[in-house]
């Protein structure tokens, strides 16, 4: 653990890629395989569960320290976050542990959950006990699962290259689905990811692992500018960009495996997909879309969401919500890997192996000209999509969002918007840990008849006085914590503080004083939300400081926008 912990400072406290990818080199060359596969996991984005209550840890660390919750609250304030604050009040004295990150991980955190408040305590306690500053900053972010840290996939996988000796690019493939919480690391999955590559004994991969995803850049500009950065449509294909779950059919061993973008295996979860892609010839992969089909056209999102929440897939589900794939490109065919060729080059060959097949393919949009294609992309929402894809003829397809093997633009409609007020704030994370950068917003229950009946609800909120049944009111719809400056989160920060009215842990409530733009790509009903609507990927586009609050929308916009 000590070591982790020591990684875990030296990447948190330098800007330098090199210096981060150095710690981590050194790290993996002096620790054991199953310390270094919960750190590859962790330092990867695996997300620990959350093992012990924010509050049971805030008390016994008052406890320890000996302090009110008054100051461990002004700490707090001051500093921003949890597991910092604790580690700066509990006493110094500890007993050197050399216990190793999975044994503490395994035998120790992970059995906390489910135990006796009295029994978790009493160990929190004595592992507190065993570990220094680093250490117990650490700790208290694994058990209470708000563990992050500065430093990308990428990074991780450079350095396991580096290490290792084998190619970064088989590592990203072997890293794919190593964070899945259903399947532990353990030294078997480490030893695997940096094994010779060499020789058909030492290629140890799972058949049915994917390749990592190319994912595309999003291109806002302006159509009277596009000729000028993208050149001619000749060097294009346009495809349309379906809002579904991204996926990979892996063919492989006479077997088919279904992964999605967040590197989760589905397989399960669409038998359709399966049955489809046992026509394919054996030594094939394709990325595309998993999607709801139904009469000609994509469905919308949320009705693929009834699938992926259900524990079970009953008969009346699979006829009712009809899942299919659309392939739009191939990775490797015959068991060969085609990434590094042209896009056009797989496209032909997508085109050969998809003609024998039942599986769908993606359209290709042929017009002459950018503005033809931004007329047509307005139809976007009526079609079922979000847009276009744009994918240079003469890219590979490469790993994640580098420009250095190719180019992808997602080219996306305009966002639907609507104007909410503020009521709730909460502090974000990393290095945003000391300021409000988590917003919820409100919507009016109905239009106020004009300023002085909006003052009269906030006076009553300012007086924190229940809403009345069918009186005017603002309703909670939509949570969002992107699309802001740092000098405009900071401003913001300001406000919550002197306008704050109640506290509810790491929340607070706040007299409304601003309203906000926020954009989004869908709204669907939602029946767990108090607004009875949910957005999709809402984000703040900007502050309306031209707007008094008595004309930010109400729930009737947001049915009008659901309506369309």
Not at 296 to 305: H, N, R, V, Y
């Amino acid at each position: 653990m000590k070591h982790f912990a020591r990684l875990f400072t030296e990447i948190d406290s330098t800007t330098s890629t090199n210096a981060k990818v150095e710690a981590l080199q050194r790290y993996f060359a002096r620790t054991a395989a199953q310390d270094a596969a919960w750190a590859v996991y962790f330092l990867s984005g695996g997300k620990p569960r959350q093992v012990v209550k924010t509050a049971t840890l805030r008390a016994l660390a008052c406890e320890v320290a000996g302090i009110a919750d008054w100051l461990f609250e002004e700490s707090y304030q001051a500093v921003g976050d949890l597991a910092e604050t604790i580690a700066h009040i509990l006493p110094l004295e500890s007993v050197d542990s050399d216990l190793g990150l999975a044994d503490w991980v395994e035998n120790r955190l992970l059995p906390l959950r489910g135990l006796p408040e009295d029994e978790v305590a009493q160990r929190v306690k004595s592992y507190w006990h065993e570990l220094d500053a680093q250490g117990r900053f650490l700790l208290v972010k694994l058990v209470g699962g708000g563990f992050r840290v500065g430093v990308s996939k990428l990074l991780v996988q450079r350095a396991l290259a580096a290490w290792s000796g084998v190619d970064a690019k088989r590592i990203a493939q072997r890293m794919m689905g190593y964070t899945d919480a259903k399947s532990p690391p353990s030294a078997i999955k480490y030893e695997a990811l940096v094994a010779d590559g060499t020789g058909a004994r030492a290629d140890i991969l799972d058949a049915g692992q994917p390749y990592p995803f190319f994912l595309a850049h999003p291109l806002d500009t302006p159509l009277e500018a596009l000729e000028a950065r993208l050149g001619p449509v000749a060097d294009w294909q346009v495809e349309w960009k379906y809002d579904g779950i991204r996926g990979q059919v892996v063919k492989r061993a006479g077997q088919v495996w279904l992964w999605s973008r967040g590197e989760e295996l589905v397989t399960e979860r669409f038998p359709e997909i399966v049955a489809l892609a046992q026509t394919l010839p054996d030594g094939t992969v394709l990325d595309g879309e998993i999607l709801v089909w139904g009469e000609g056209a994509p469905a919308p999102f949320a009705l693929l969401q009834q699938r992926t929440g259900r524990k079970t897939l009953g008969r009346k589900m699979l006829a009712e919500v009809p899942v299919t794939f659309m392939a739009y490109d191939l990775l490797e065919l015959g068991g060969q890997d085609l990434r590094e060729q042209t896009q056009q080059l797989r496209r032909q060959k997508l085109e050969q192996v998809l003609a024998a097949t039942p599986l769908k393919m993606s359209p290709i949009q042929r017009l002459a000209s950018w503005p033809a294609y931004a007329t047509l992309r307005a139809e976007s929402r009526a079609r079922g999509v979000e847009g276009f894809m744009l994918k240079r003829l003469d890219a590979a397809y490469g790993t994640g969002r580098s420009k250095a093997d190719g180019l992808w633009w997602k080219w996306k409609v305009e966002p639907m918007t609507i104007d909410g007020v503020l009521i709730y704030a909460q502090a974000g994370h990393g290095r945003r840990a000391s300021l409000y950068t988590d917003y919820t917003f409100a919507v009016w229950s109905r239009a106020p008849q004009d300023a002085a009946e909006a003052a009269a609800v906030l006076d009553a909120i300012a007086r924190r006085e229940a809403a009345q049944a069918g009186a005017l009111q603002l309703v909670a719809f939509a949570k969002a914590y992107s699309g802001l400056t740092d000098e405009e989160f900071k401003r913001i920060d300001s406000v919550i503080r002197k306008t704050t009215l109640e506290k509810f842990g790491p929340v607070r409530s706040v007299r409304p004083t601003l309203v906000f733009e926020l954009g989004f790509e869908g709204i669907n009903r939602s029946p767990r939300h108090k607004s009875g609507m949910a957005l999709r990927f809402p984000r703040m586009l900007r502050i309306r400081d031209d707007k008094p609050l008595h004309e930010a929308n109400t729930l009737e916009d947001l049915k009008l926008l659901l309506n369309s």
